[in-house]
């Protein structure tokens, strides 16, 4: 038999997914069988849909043998800690922004599954005693994702309120992200781009359809040109909608696509990518999470009602407009 009580951090969730998430091993019919069986919350018996109320309870008439055989892929975590190589660039007792580095994956994936940025902070969050691994079912974890070489903001959630916070603020289009990057070609004044994206899952890349097409899923992207560089446009993006590769493919679609981008540079641009490539050695996409402002805060985040929190430009998006900038003085040099 086990008894523990709810906190704060694993309140507010039924039941079942509770018992899903505290016994991840256990086959779905093992879990609600045991709710049937073996589980009293405040000394009774309740059905799946129960929502758990910090305070209550919980009591397993489980071998603890059982308890470990099931539970052992969230709560022993003996694997060694990674290597931390992020920035911190917020931090409050709800909340962590964290500047992910270029090349890092935000969650693991089937090739690598311990190194990656959620690891790390939770890393940081246990050396730092902002969370404590003992915790029944709540991990801390990021609110959004960047692909592996796209740099700049993630938000994570240090508790189960603001998490739940992060994640309703961000649906309801209360918080703004903008990216900075460089395209081909001069963006000459701000654009609204709209449409709607398909992906394709064989090739891992996305489709741009008409606003009006009925497939796919609708979006929006706000580009505003910053300065030209040379050949070249210094952009900042706000994206309205967050999608899969929506900044690449919407600006490629219309004729500015994200230097070093591959998969969506076509023509002319992808001659030019390989010349950057061979100059620069830029050989993926240059896309920085540069801004995070804060609409609208709920809950717990109420308080950042306003907040814009930035992100600095990395070395190496630094290193290509000095680059990109010589490369225009001297070209100007000798037309003269």
């Known amino acids: 038999m086990k008894q523990f009580e709810i906190n704060s951090n694993d309140a507010g969730r039924r039941l079942d997914k509770f018992m899903r998430r505290y016994l991840p091993k256990a086959t779905l019919s093992t879990i609600y069988k045991i709710i049937r069986k073996d589980v009293k919350v405040n000394g009774k018996r309740e059905g799946n849909n129960y929502m758990l ?17 099931w539970s052992a892929a969230t709560r ?4 060694p800690k990674v290597r931390r190589n992020f920035k911190i660039v917020y931090e409050d007792e709800d909340i962590l ?52 070489n796209t740099t700049g903001a993630v938000l994570f959630g240090k508790n189960s309120a603001s998490l739940k916070a992060l994640g ?30 398909i992906k394709d899952q064989n090739t891992n890349t996305v489709k741009i359809l008409d606003a009006g097409d009925s497939r ?10 910053v300065r030209k560089i040379g050949d070249f446009t210094l ?33 002319r641009a992808a001659d030019v990518n390989r010349r950057l490539k061979q100059r620069f050695g830029l ?47 001297r070209k100007g040099a000798n037309n003269e």
């Open 53 to 69: 109320a910090e305070g209550d309870v919980l009591t397993l008439y489980i071998s603890d043998g059982l308890i470990e055989e």
């Open 76 to 79: 022993n975590d003996n694997r």
């Open 97 to 148: 922004v964290a500047d992910k580095p270029f090349g890092l994956l935000t969650h693991g994936d089937q090739r690598e599954k311990k190194n990656h940025l959620a690891n790390q902070v939770k890393d940081y969050l246990i050396e730092t005693g902002a969370y404590n691994p003992r915790e029944k079912v709540f991990t801390p974890a990021p609110a959004n994702r960047l692909d592996r």
């Open 168 to 197: 309703e603020m961000i649906r309801e289009d209360k918080v703004d992200k903008f990216y900075m990057t460089i395209v081909y070609g001069h963006l000459e004044k701000e654009i609204d781009i709209k449409g709607r994206l």
């Open 216 to 225: 796919g899923r609708e979006i929006e992207t706000i580009a505003r040109p």
């Open 235 to 267: 952009v900042e993006i706000r994206l309205v909608t967050g999608r899969t590769h929506q900044i690449r493919a919407h600006m490629a679609s219309v004729g500015h696509p994200v230097i070093g981008d591959v998969k969506y540079a076509r023509g």
């Open 283 to 329: 050989s993926t996409q240059l896309l920085h999470s540069c801004r995070t402002t804060f609409k609208e805060g709920v809950g717990p985040l109420e308080r950042l009602t306003g907040q814009s929190i930035k992100v600095d430009l990395p070395e190496e998006f630094e290193r290509i407009i000095n680059g990109l900038e010589l490369v225009a003085r």
